[in-house]
C-alpha cells in the first residue's frame, strides 16, 4: 500500500541555517504531496503542496519539488528562524481520500 | 473565522467516565476526519464521516469509541469508560469533497481537544 518515511528527528540547527528534510513516498498512480506544520499546542496547518510531477510548492520560505523518479518531496529552506521551531509532517493522498501521514519530524532551531 | 472549531480544547476526566469531543467543520465542509495523536507521536486517523454516514471506521478501537456526523451540529467523538491510555490529543479536520471532482485533497484542522484520563 502507499506510504510515507521521514526523516527521523529531532533535527537540530542554529538560526539562519540551511534546513532539508527528506520525504520519501511509495504509491501507485500520481499520488498529491503535502506539508503539514504543527506549532507546539496547535493543529496542523498545510504548509505547500503538489498536485504533479516536478511541481514545486513553496510557502513562507519553504520549498518542495515533487520528484517522481526519486519519489522524493524534500522540504528546504534557506535559513531558518527560531519561529520555524515545529513538527513537520510529509503526507500523501491517492487514488482514494485518506491522507497517508508520515511520522513527523521535529524541528528545533537554536538562536 | 470560518475554521475548524474543536471543543473544548481541554478536557480531564476519571477512568470510568466518558468525553466527548466536537468538531465544527469548515462551512460549506461536508467531510470530516478524526485523528489522534500520542505525545511525540504522529498522526493516527480514526475515522472518516460524511452526514450523516460513517465512510471508514477501520482506525476506530472496536470497544469504547463511537463517532457521527448529524445532518445539523458538529460531529461528535465520544469514549466510554475512558482508561488512561486514551489521554491524547484528537484532531478534527474536514475537506469540502472527495477526490474526482478537482479537490487536491487539502485538508483543514481544528486545534485539538486534549484528552487527560487521571
Known amino acids: 500500500g502507499d506510504s510515507v518515511t521521514q526523516m527521523e528527528g529531532p533535527v537540530t540547527l542554529s538560526e539562519e541555517a540551511f534546513l532539508t528534510i527528506n520525504c520519501t513516498y511509495t504509491?501507485?498512480?500520481?499520488?498529491?504531496l503535502f506539508w503539514y506544520v504543527q506549532y507546539p499546542g496547535e493543529g496542523l496547518q498545510l504548509l505547500l503542496k503538489?498536485?504533479?510531477a516536478d511541481d514545486k510548492g513553496s510557502n513562507k520560505g519553504f520549498e518542495a519539488t515533487y520528484r517522481k523518479e526519486t519519489t522524493s518531496f524534500h522540504l528546504e529552506k534557506g535559513s531558518v528562524q527560531v519561529s520555524d521551531s515545529a513538527v513537520y509532517f510529509c503526507?500523501?493522498?491517492?487514488?482514494?481520500?485518506?491522507?497517508?501521514w508520515g511520522a513527523g519530524t521535529k524541528l528545533i532551531i537554536k538562536p | 473565522n470560518a475554521g475548524v472549531m474543536q471543543n473544548p480544547r481541554h478536557l480531564v476526566r476519571r477512568r470510568g467516565q466518558e468525553a466527548r469531543l466536537r468538531c465544527s467543520p469548515v462551512?460549506?465542509?461536508?467531510?470530516v476526519y478524526w485523528y489522534r495523536q500520542l505525545p511525540e507521536e504522529g498522526l493516527k486517523f480514526m475515522v472518516y464521516?460524511?452526514?450523516?454516514?460513517?465512510?471508514?471506521e477501520s482506525g476506530m478501537p472496536k470497544e469504547r469509541f463511537s463517532a457521527e456526523f448529524p445532518k445539523e451540529g458538529p460531529s461528535i467523538l465520544r469514549i466510554q469508560q475512558v482508561v488512561r491510555g486514551d489521554s491524547a490529543a484528537y484532531f478534527c479536520?474536514?475537506?469540502?469533497?472527495?477526490?474526482?471532482?478537482?479537490?487536491?485533497?487539502?485538508?483543514?484542522f481544528g486545534e485539538g481537544s486534549r484528552l487527560t484520563v487521571l
Open positions: 503526507a500523501l493522498r491517492g487514488s482514494n481520500y485518506q491522507l497517508i
Open positions: 462551512k460549506g465542509h461536508s467531510h
Open positions: 479536520a474536514s475537506s469540502p469533497t472527495t477526490l474526482g471532482t478537482g479537490e487536491t485533497g487539502e485538508l483543514f
Open positions: 503538489a498536485t504533479k
Open positions: 464521516l460524511q452526514k450523516e454516514n460513517i465512510i471508514d
Open positions: 504509491a501507485t498512480g500520481y499520488p498529491s
